[in-house]
């Protein structure tokens, strides 16, 4: 019994993706990709500035509160000498 090409639908060879047009695709892609990174490295610097300042802010706030806190004095660091 040997089985023939009876059963074998042209129309899926038709309707199936050439090398060259997937080659095409991928190499689409890739360029699109590659266009969009130095894009993402531009917004996670600006991230990163976000919260920089972001931290800066509450730093500030912290140090505003302690001197609201204790009647305008500051806490300064201890000297060496006892000054």
Not at 14 to 33: M, N, S
Not at 51 to 64: E, G, V, W
Request: charged letters at 20%; glycine letters at 8%.
């Amino acid at each position: 019994m040997k089985r023939g090409c009876q059963g074998f639908q042209p129309q899926l060879l038709e309707r199936a993706f050439t090398l060259v047009e997937l080659l095409v695709a991928i190499g689409i892609i890739a360029t699109l990709g590659a266009m969009m990174l130095p894009a993402l490295a531009k917004a996670k610097e600006k991230a990163q500035h976000a919260s920089c300042i972001n931290n800066q802010k509450q730093l500030m706030m912290a140090h505003l509160m302690y001197v609201e806190d204790n009647n305008g004095y500051l806490a300064l660091p201890d000297s060496k000498d006892g000054r």
